[in-house]
């Protein structure tokens, strides 16, 4: 020790050396019986030599300007397998589709952008494959690099998601958040322009949008008396492979928004088409939007990748853009409702599920969940404003089912509802889905179930998987989390077992799993998304496979179903030695979360 480091321990502390002397010794202290004390006090090491400063090579590294790096790498390589698609899009429908002669009518230069026209040494060299041959239209190379590219932009969504999650667990600023917010969504906004001019594919639901707005605003009808086949000559009706069928319109709600959008366009197919683009365009940016809000109260380092992993999805992109599906509005309002829930605004939030069941029926299922939430709402209120609650929830919800379903009532009523409802609960028909797959076996099925694979028997199948998730999280969703969380269980489950399938239906599941943030919830709902985009693959084959529902659907599941297993299989193997038992008398030191006990009933 330094000599004049021992005098100033042995002098009196004076005013720049009391520092080297414990906090307390001026005052005088009681020894202990047999206590021996020190012969001096010994100074903090901290105190006796500063803490240096660390070097320039120990600083910590960057972990934000490093995923923003990465976040703009991956996005320009997204961007080039969208702009790649171009051609391929306009090559898997036929020179007479309606939506492609409008959109490349209105837009001429469109074309100009295809790789097909400007690169022709690489045409030449995908040609040398015999399944991506550009050659054979349709139902061939087209269809089959068009589902690479998308294979290929789903991988670069999740390297990115990942990416996200993983850069959260390091203490970012607050600039660095903001920056990366403003990254994802700029990206996200170019990726939603490049879809809003691809060249359309299965356009056929914009184009049945577009005649239940004539039939209200050209023809005065009411769109649920009439059938769609009493109006041949309707411009629109060409524009539907295979004619209009026999389709269950859409609720109230999203009769009312097609109204505007055939009065702006004019009588123009292309207006009608980039009309709804838009729609879909300005949903799919807000609904990015409220999955970061909304995610980051729930579970913050999720924000990124759950915000990436909707906003880049190319399946996403597909469906709320280009072939723009009534699914994204609902996805809107039921997001728009989780957030009012969040932030105290039961009443509104409940108005908003009322919206969206008022576009699909099927989001009829979800609300008793979110009833739950009025529930809790109304146990923390005074009696006297509680008195008032229930009559004022009960009054706007009246309000809102009366001025929707008004305009459509006369000749309707109903009958009409309660029909229109058994279409969308009791379907007649198998399509694209697990009972359609089964039904097309080539085998003979013993009777049984023969008769279980008829669509109004699976139904069944579907109704008690569906209302027992639905009973277990009304009895216990007492939270925004919770009721997030069974509200994508339920969505779920209803897109693997109706016996009616779409792509599309995939939007709403994906949007709940993402905001419940939850991570076997997120791995089945992204594989059922890819599940769904190869489906869409299988939409533009023609004909169409008919039991596709087996690798769309069953395969996803059964890959879910076997990672939990391994999963659960190596956290068993590779568990942590046990925690010895305290001594006697001492207290037990928590350790993290515990689970709760399982809630008594009363006798």
């Known amino acids: 020790m330094p000599p004049w480091l021992v005098r100033n321990m042995q002098q009196r502390p004076g005013r720049k050396d009391r520092n080297f002397y414990p906090p307390r010794s001026r005052k005088t202290q009681p020894a202990l019986p047999g206590a021996t004390l020190p012969a001096a006090p010994a100074p903090v090491l901290s105190q006796q030599y500063p803490i240096e400063p660390p070097t320039s090579s120990h600083r910590r590294p960057n972990y934000g300007r490093r995923a923003l790096l990465a976040f703009i790498g991956l996005g320009l390589l997204l961007e080039a397998l969208l702009?790649?698609?171009?051609p391929l899009l306009a090559g898997a429908t036929s020179r007479e589709d309606a939506a492609k002669q409008a959109l490349l009518g209105l837009l001429p230069w469109l074309p100009h952008l295809y790789w097909t026209t400007t690169m022709p040494a690489l045409v030449q060299f995908v040609a040398h494959i015999p399944a991506f041959a550009l050659s054979n239209a349709g139902a061939g190379g087209n269809v089959n690099l068009l589902l690479l590219l998308w294979a290929l932009a789903f991988v670069i969504t999740l390297v990115a998601g990942r990416i996200g999650s993983r850069v959260l667990r390091e203490r970012l600023s607050r600039t660095a958040h903001s920056v990366l917010f403003s990254t994802i969504l700029v990206l996200t906004a170019i990726f939603a322009l490049t879809c809003f001019f691809a060249p359309p594919i299965l356009s056929q639901d914009?184009?049945?949008y577009g005649i239940y707005g004539h039939l209200v605003t050209v023809y005065h009808v009411n769109p649920y008396v009439v059938s769609l086949t009493a109006f041949p000559h309707e411009p629109l009706q060409r524009g539907i492979s295979g004619?209009?069928?026999?389709?269950v319109a859409p609720g109230p709600v999203w009769l009312d928004l097609c109204i505007p959008m055939v009065l702006l366009a004019r009588d123009s197919i292309a207006n009608i088409l980039l009309l709804f683009r838009g729609l879909g365009l300005a949903a799919?940016?807000?609904?990015?939007i409220l999955i970061w809000i909304i995610?980051?109260?729930l579970k913050p380092e999720m924000r990124i990748s759950g915000t990436i992993l909707y906003g880049?999805?190319?399946?996403?992109?597909?469906?709320s853009i280009n072939s723009m599906h009534l699914d994204v509005v609902v996805v809107l309002f039921i997001l728009l409702a989780i957030l009012f829930f969040q932030r105290g605004s039961p009443i509104l939030g409940w108005v908003l599920m009322l919206l969206a069941m008022l576009i699909n029926m099927l989001v009829l299922l979800l609300l008793p969940l979110f009833f739950c939430l009025l529930l809790k709402e109304a146990r923390t209120l005074p009696s006297g404003r509680r008195a008032l609650w229930w009559p004022s929830v009960a009054g706007v919800s009246v309000l809102v089912l009366i001025l929707a379903y008004a305009p459509y009532w006369s000749g309707w009523g109903l009958a009409g509802l309660l029909t229109s409802m058994q279409h969308v609960f009791l379907q007649d028909n198998a399509i694209n889905s697990l009972d359609a797959a089964l039904i097309k076996l080539p085998v003979t099925l013993p009777p049984l179930f023969a008769w279980l694979v008829i669509p109004h028997h699976w139904t069944i199948i579907?109704?008690?998987?569906?209302g027992s998730l639905l009973l277990f999280g009304c009895w216990l969703a007492d939270t925004v989390e919770l009721v997030v969380l069974f509200s994508s269980w339920v969505s779920l489950a209803l897109l693997a077992l109706m016996p009616t399938y779409w792509p599309w239906y995939a939007l709403v599941p994906l949007a709940l799993s993402l905001c419940s943030v939850g991570g076997r919830t997120i791995l089945l709902a992204m594989l059922l998304t890819a599940g769904a985009l190869l489906s869409c693959y299988f939409l533009l084959l023609q004909p169409p496979w008919p039991a596709q529902g087996l690798v769309t659907i069953g395969l996803p599941v059964l890959a879910w179903g076997w990672t939990l297993f391994f999963i659960t299989t190596w956290e068993m193997t590779h568990a942590r030695e046990p925690v010895p038992e305290p001594a006697q008398g001492a207290k037990p030191t928590r350790r993290g979360l515990s689970r709760p006990s399982w809630p008594r009933r009363g006798r």
Do not use: E, R
């Open 284 to 288: 799919h940016l807000i609904n990015t």
């Open 312 to 319: 880049w999805n190319p399946l996403v992109l597909l469906l």
């Open 243 to 247: 004619g209009v069928q026999s389709v």
């Open 462 to 466: 579907a109704a008690v998987i569906a």
């Open 83 to 86: 702009l790649a698609t171009y």
């Open 206 to 208: 914009m184009f049945l």
């Open 295 to 297: 995610v980051a109260k």
